[in-house]
């Protein structure tokens, strides 16, 4: 671990010159090391190991109830720029004798948040991880995201929310099941 971000370090002087940047002056001598720290912590998920989360997660539940859990927090990094997406990923399943504990939903989007990504690989990641390791008889994940890529270049749309959705199973299939998802995660607390 240390000796690969020694490598990452040395790219990341060599980035701060091409850039035109004095990697020697006071304010930029410890940024290789900290971008270094950075980029292995917002990559992290690449080393988590999805079977070992997925057991720790799951417990058996006799319900076939809808759970809903709203606005996790998402920070992801977009493969094209290496720039951060953020926002808010609802997700929605129909168990089946299995159910997922809630704080280990919130690991399980920042596993796959913690990659490079494309925020529709991102939501269909987390659907797939959730239908098949509980058995689930449908998942909606959804997830509205803001792009810095496109906030600060680009187009520099600064207010463009991007959404995603992924649905599987029932939330497919029965229309029903997939606007009683949609009704709740769009049902706004009154504060917000
Ligand atoms: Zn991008």
Not at 63 to 75: F, L, N, R
Not at 94 to 111: C, E, N, Q, T
Not at 153 to 161: C, I
Request: glycine letters at 6%.
């Amino acid at each position: 671990m240390t000796e690969s971000n020694e490598k990452i370090e040395r790219l990341v002087r060599e980035l701060l010159v091409e850039l035109g940047e004095d990697p020697e002056r006071e304010g930029l001598v410890s940024t290789p090391k900290r971008v270094a720290a950075a980029l292995r912590y917002l990559t992290s998920g690449y080393q988590s190991d999805v079977e070992k989360l997925i057991n720790q997660a799951c417990f058996e539940q006799e319900t076939t109830s809808m759970v809903v859990v709203k606005d996790i927090e998402v920070y992801s990094l977009c493969e094209h720029h290496m720039l951060p997406f953020y926002g808010r990923c609802h997700i929605g399943y129909i168990p089946r004798g299995r159910v997922f504990g809630i704080s280990k939903l919130a690991r399980l989007v920042d596993m796959y948040a913690r990659r490079l990504q494309i925020q529709e690989r991102l939501t269909e990641q987390i659907a797939y991880a959730i239908k098949d390791s509980i058995n689930a008889d449908g998942v909606g994940v959804m997830i509205e995201a803001r792009h810095l890529c496109m906030m600060m270049r680009g187009v520099e749309k600064q207010n463009s929310m991007f959404v995603t959705s992924s649905v599987l199973g029932v939330f497919r299939t029965n229309p029903p099941t997939r606007e009683e998802f949609l009704s709740i995660i769009n049902r706004r607390r009154p504060d917000m």
